[in-house]
């Protein structure tokens, strides 16, 4: 133990108490011991790379081509994704794929290149093979996005009397890339310091990050191997499906300023095991998430009721305090969706139970909510407490559904019910018997679920919070350990909890969102920020996580307004909740002692404000239902990046500090302390401050008002979008359009919280004089009555 796992070891008894922090110490030695016992030793590595290439033999959408020391498979899907994997490796069996494989592009052909190598020619991309293993992903007209060097494996030695190996004897590997010189990086799931990622290295190991984070803590509760890289010679995504510890090192490249000698951007990627397979994406950032989508699986849609505000804190304390908050919010003419429940309504925080002295009739208390529209939404965490007699506990033991350890015992951890076991949801066993669990969950009338601490999280006074590596792990079938099974526990819990919803309300869409995940979490729920630090880095970090896991097929998310950690100031929490409100999860929550969330606990000027930012989101509920569907439908995300229409803009592609609400909106929030006027940089067009309707043109950099009762937020010229009318039903906010350009929008109606298949309502509008004038694109009547706005704008300069 060294001088920083001795200061954790006292910051860990401190945090959960000296029973618990005496658990935690032994639990780490337990853990330690194991893994020494049962991982492999290695007594020395050889270095390998794939030598000089020997032949090829074509296969439907590609090839499969030989080199001295290992072999290369190349695949084009039908959509032109781009499959290579190497050790001959095919692209399943995979966590991250939604189904069967994609089927392949049959026009795809394989055929001998001019320098010794390989290249496989199609409709959409061109795959070029060199002789020695390099790989080139090209445009159609021959630009290089991306050129992964030969990689190279260090291959185990098993030390002398290690008996069988439980690895199978995978190898490490490391692969590094060149991409173009003005390129930027983005991706790799949830990070604290963004959307742009920097030049450093990024571990790709999902991790709790112990009581709070902020910009620069890495990495966090929810990473992913997905890049998405931008330059002006095109937009693509690269996906290495490999679920190990591991670490991508990226390097922005420079340009030579006319001197013609360029330094390219370079990505490394650093695995500890696992298979060297990846994917590759190309075309225009829509292009690029709608691929993703069709390869990894639809977002899941949530109810509209969960696009509203919601109130989560841990300490409620009992039944009488919810309801004396919910009557503030009704008293007060706050809107309200949900309130959430933490792991304090548990009977000794025991998941699956209820703590019926403080809540004596939860059920009843659920009914008498959802009457004035708020629901209740419940924690579950996946540690179940390891006592004889625990209902839990009895059951998932007769089920054979707990991690074991290589010995065949139950791998016992820390966590907040005290000693606990772990599910093992790689077992679709154990995931059928977890789903039946949240039976209990709504006959306590709950209406959804977050999932949290399922990194998953072990107290450890020393080493790493959760599972042993050596813990054991079904793996569909396949068997193998946690440093396989680590990173996809998140996102096959999701997968039970999902399921489980889903047989148990067949007619109703779950909701449900967590903490950790992996690649593919859309298709069962979303995310949120996890315990993000209480401070104006922390609300820098929000928008950061959401960008970014958005970007990695995960459009809803969100973080929690004020900071988990501490006390906000009047005005952090006030810029915090503004952000919110134009976010897809929009949710306060806090920490035990970290004070209240409720707006009229900061002031008359901050509720008012408060109010103001609500009431906005109600009446832009319609278009949230819109951007929900159409997420569900092309991948694109709520929130996207403000270079998502012009990613050949620079000058957007380095821009932070604001965001496109989906095609229609840009919002520009406030992001430190005093700022009453900033700086916001416009994409090509006309756009509208919404609040003065003053009107901008762009691409440019103008500076707008950001006074306290406001952040700005411009609205595209045409945008045609759906909002709350006066009379509650729907109308079409229309921006008018400049002369001779017009614009368009899509409604998709509510059509209820069940499966039903949406409609898709396509507008456009044109300006005729001082008139604008919109139309349904398939000829119909418009059927909403029409706002214009704009009309007698002042162009800013």
């Given at each position: 133990?060294?001088?920083?796992?001795?200061?954790?070891?006292?910051?860990?008894?401190?945090?959960?108490?000296?029973?618990?922090?005496?658990?935690?110490?032994?639990?780490?030695?337990?853990?330690?011991?194991?893994?020494?016992?049962?991982?492999?030793?290695?007594?020395?590595?050889?270095?390998?790379?794939?030598?000089?290439?020997?032949?090829?033999?074509?296969?439907?959408?590609?090839?499969?081509?030989?080199?001295?020391?290992?072999?290369?498979?190349?695949?084009?899907?039908?959509?032109?994704?781009?499959?290579?994997?190497?050790?001959?490796?095919?692209?399943?069996?995979?966590?991250?794929?939604?189904?069967?494989?994609?089927?392949?592009?049959?026009?795809?052909?394989?055929?001998?290149?001019?320098?010794?190598?390989?290249?496989?020619?199609?409709?959409?991309?061109?795959?070029?093979?060199?002789?020695?293993?390099?790989?080139?992903?090209?445009?159609?007209?021959?630009?290089?996005?991306?050129?992964?060097?030969?990689?190279?494996?260090?291959?185990?030695?098993?030390?002398?009397?290690?008996?069988?190996?439980?690895?199978?004897?995978?190898?490490?590997?490391?692969?590094?890339?060149?991409?173009?010189?003005?390129?930027?990086?983005?991706?790799?799931?949830?990070?604290?310091?963004?959307?742009?990622?920097?030049?450093?290295?990024?571990?790709?190991?999902?991790?709790?990050?112990?009581?709070?984070?902020?910009?620069?803590?890495?990495?966090?509760?929810?990473?992913?191997?997905?890049?998405?890289?931008?330059?002006?010679?095109?937009?693509?995504?690269?996906?290495?499906?490999?679920?190990?510890?591991?670490?991508?090192?990226?390097?922005?490249?420079?340009?030579?300023?006319?001197?013609?000698?360029?330094?390219?951007?370079?990505?490394?990627?650093?695995?500890?095991?696992?298979?060297?397979?990846?994917?590759?994406?190309?075309?225009?950032?829509?292009?690029?998430?709608?691929?993703?989508?069709?390869?990894?699986?639809?977002?899941?849609?949530?109810?509209?009721?969960?696009?509203?505000?919601?109130?989560?804190?841990?300490?409620?304390?009992?039944?009488?305090?919810?309801?004396?908050?919910?009557?503030?919010?009704?008293?007060?003419?706050?809107?309200?969706?949900?309130?959430?429940?933490?792991?304090?309504?548990?009977?000794?925080?025991?998941?699956?139970?209820?703590?019926?002295?403080?809540?004596?009739?939860?059920?009843?208390?659920?009914?008498?909510?959802?009457?004035?529209?708020?629901?209740?939404?419940?924690?579950?965490?996946?540690?179940?407490?390891?006592?004889?007699?625990?209902?839990?506990?009895?059951?998932?033991?007769?089920?054979?559904?707990?991690?074991?350890?290589?010995?065949?015992?139950?791998?016992?951890?820390?966590?907040?019910?005290g000693e606990s076991v772990y599910p093992d949801f790689t077992d679709a066993r154990a995931r059928k018997w977890w789903g039946?669990?949240?039976?209990?969950?709504?006959?306590?009338?709950?209406?959804?679920?977050?999932?949290?601490?399922?990194?998953?999280?072990?107290?450890?006074?020393?080493?790493?919070?959760?599972?042993?590596?050596?813990?054991?792990?079904?793996?569909?079938?396949?068997?193998?350990?946690?440093?396989?099974?680590?990173?996809?526990?998140?996102?096959?819990?999701?997968?039970?909890?999902?399921?489980?919803?889903?047989?148990?309300?067949?007619?109703?869409?779950?909701?449900?969102?967590?903490?950790?995940?992996?690649?593919?979490?859309?298709?069962?729920?979303?995310?949120?920020?996890?315990?993000?630090?209480?401070?104006?880095?922390?609300?820098?970090?929000?928008?950061?996580?959401?960008?970014?896991?958005?970007?990695?097929?995960?459009?809803?998310?969100?973080?929690?307004?004020?900071?988990?950690?501490?006390?906000?100031?009047?005005?952090?929490?006030?810029?915090?909740?503004?952000?919110?409100?134009?976010?897809?999860?929009?949710?306060?929550?806090?920490?035990?002692?970290?004070?209240?969330?409720?707006?009229?606990?900061?002031?008359?000027?901050?509720?008012?404000?408060?109010?103001?930012?609500?009431?906005?989101?109600?009446?832009?509920?319609?278009?949230?239902?819109?951007?929900?569907?159409?997420?569900?439908?092309?991948?694109?995300?709520?929130?996207?990046?403000?270079?998502?229409?012009?990613?050949?803009?620079?000058?957007?592609?380095?821009?932070?500090?604001?965001?496109?609400?989906?095609?229609?909106?840009?919002?520009?929030?406030?992001?430190?302390?005093?700022?009453?006027?900033?700086?916001?940089?416009?994409?090509?067009?006309?756009?509208?401050?919404?609040?003065?309707?003053?009107?901008?043109?762009?691409?440019?950099?103008?500076?707008?008002?950001?006074?306290?009762?406001?952040?700005?937020?411009?609205?595209?010229?045409?945008?045609?979008?759906?909002?709350?009318?006066?009379?509650?039903?729907?109308?079409?906010?229309?921006?008018?359009?400049?002369?001779?350009?017009?614009?368009?929008?899509?409604?998709?109606?509510?059509?209820?919280?069940?499966?039903?298949?949406?409609?898709?309502?396509?507008?456009?509008?044109?300006?005729?004089?001082?008139?604008?004038?919109?139309?349904?694109?398939?000829?119909?009547?418009?059927?909403?009555?029409?706002?214009?706005?704009?009309?007698?704008?002042?162009?800013?300069?």
């Amino acid at each position: 133990m060294d001088g920083r796992d001795l200061v954790r070891s006292v910051r860990m008894v401190r945090a959960v108490g000296p029973a618990q922090g005496l658990r935690s110490v032994r639990t780490a030695w337990r853990a330690r011991r194991a893994d020494a016992l049962a991982l492999p030793r290695h007594s020395a590595e050889r270095a390998r790379v794939p030598g000089a290439a020997r032949g090829a033999e074509p296969q439907p959408g590609g090839g499969l081509i030989h080199f001295e020391r290992s072999s290369l498979r190349v695949r084009v899907a039908s959509g032109g994704a781009v499959f290579c994997g190497w050790e001959g490796s095919g692209p399943e069996p995979s966590y991250a794929l939604a189904g069967a494989c994609p089927e392949v592009d049959a026009r795809a052909v394989l055929e001998p290149d001019t320098e010794g190598g390989w290249r496989v020619v199609s409709e959409r991309v061109l795959v070029v093979v060199s002789r020695h293993g390099a790989v080139e992903v090209r445009t159609p007209g021959g630009a290089v996005l991306r050129r992964e060097f030969p990689p190279r494996w260090w291959d185990r030695t098993q030390a002398k009397g290690a008996g069988q190996r439980p690895d199978g004897g995978a190898s490490r590997w490391v692969q590094r890339a060149q991409v173009a010189a003005d390129a930027r990086f983005f991706g790799l799931g949830g990070r604290a310091h963004g959307p742009r990622l920097r030049d450093g290295a990024y571990r790709l190991w999902n991790t709790d990050p112990g009581g709070a984070f902020a910009p620069g803590d890495d990495p966090l509760s929810l990473t992913m191997p997905v890049q998405l890289v931008v330059a002006d010679a095109g937009t693509h995504l690269v996906f290495h499906d490999n679920s190990w510890d591991g670490r991508v090192t990226l390097r922005e490249g420079a340009e030579g300023a006319g001197s013609g000698h360029d330094r390219p951007g370079t990505c490394e990627v650093r695995m500890d095991g696992g298979p060297l397979r990846y994917w590759v994406l190309a075309g225009t950032p829509a292009r690029v998430l709608q691929g993703w989508t069709a390869l990894t699986g639809a977002p899941a849609l949530p109810p509209q009721w969960a696009l509203g505000y919601q109130h989560a804190r841990w300490g409620f304390g009992g039944q009488a305090e919810v309801r004396r908050v919910v009557a503030g919010y009704k008293e007060r003419g706050l809107p309200l969706s949900a309130v959430h429940l933490d792991i304090d309504h548990y009977d000794r925080h025991r998941v699956f139970t209820v703590d019926r002295q403080r809540y004596p009739d939860l059920p009843g208390l659920a009914r008498e909510l959802r009457a004035d529209g708020v629901r209740l939404v419940s924690i579950v965490d996946p540690a179940v407490k390891a006592e004889p007699g625990d209902t839990v506990y009895e059951g998932g033991a007769a089920a054979d559904a707990f991690v074991r350890d290589a010995r065949g015992r139950e791998v016992r951890g820390v966590a907040w019910p005290g000693e606990s076991v772990y599910p093992d949801f790689t077992d679709a066993r154990a995931r059928k018997w977890w789903g039946a669990l949240y039976a209990e969950r709504l006959a306590q009338g709950f209406s959804g679920v977050w999932h949290d601490m399922n990194e998953p999280v072990s107290f450890a006074a020393f080493g790493e919070r959760t599972l042993p590596r050596s813990a054991r792990h079904a793996l569909e079938g396949r068997g193998g350990d946690h440093r396989e099974a680590h990173n996809v526990y998140g996102l096959a819990m999701a997968q039970a909890g999902f399921e489980g919803l889903c047989e148990l309300r067949p007619a109703e869409r779950p909701f449900l969102f967590s903490r950790s995940g992996w690649a593919g979490l859309q298709r069962y729920g979303g995310s949120w920020s996890g315990d993000v630090a209480t401070g104006w880095a922390g609300l820098r970090a929000s928008l950061s996580l959401v960008l970014g896991l958005g970007l990695c097929g995960v459009p809803y998310s969100g973080p929690d307004i004020g900071g988990f950690s501490g006390v906000p100031s009047p005005e952090l929490y006030l810029r915090w909740f503004q952000l919110g409100a134009f976010l897809p999860l929009f949710r306060t929550h806090s920490a035990l002692g970290a004070g209240r969330r409720e707006p009229w606990e900061y002031g008359d000027e901050v509720l008012g404000h408060a109010r103001t930012a609500l009431r906005e989101r109600q009446r832009l509920l319609p278009y949230f239902g819109t951007l929900g569907q159409l997420a569900r439908l092309t991948g694109a995300p709520y929130v996207r990046p403000v270079w998502w229409s012009a990613p050949r803009d620079r000058a957007l592609r380095d821009c932070e500090d604001a965001f496109l609400l989906g095609d229609a909106l840009l919002v520009a929030p406030a992001l430190a302390a005093g700022v009453t006027r900033r700086p916001v940089r416009l994409p090509r067009g006309r756009w509208y401050d919404t609040a003065t309707g003053r009107a901008y043109d762009g691409p440019g950099q103008v500076w707008v008002e950001a006074p306290l009762s406001r952040i700005p937020v411009l609205a595209r010229a045409g945008a045609v979008l759906p909002v709350t009318g006066a009379d509650g039903g729907t109308q079409l906010e229309v921006w008018a359009p400049v002369a001779g350009r017009g614009g368009s929008g899509l409604v998709v109606p509510d059509a209820g919280d069940g499966w039903q298949r949406p409609t898709v309502e396509r507008f456009t509008s044109r300006r005729e004089g001082d008139r604008v004038i919109v139309e349904r694109r398939d000829g119909g009547a418009v059927g909403y009555p029409v706002r214009v706005r704009g009309l007698e704008d002042e162009v800013g300069p």
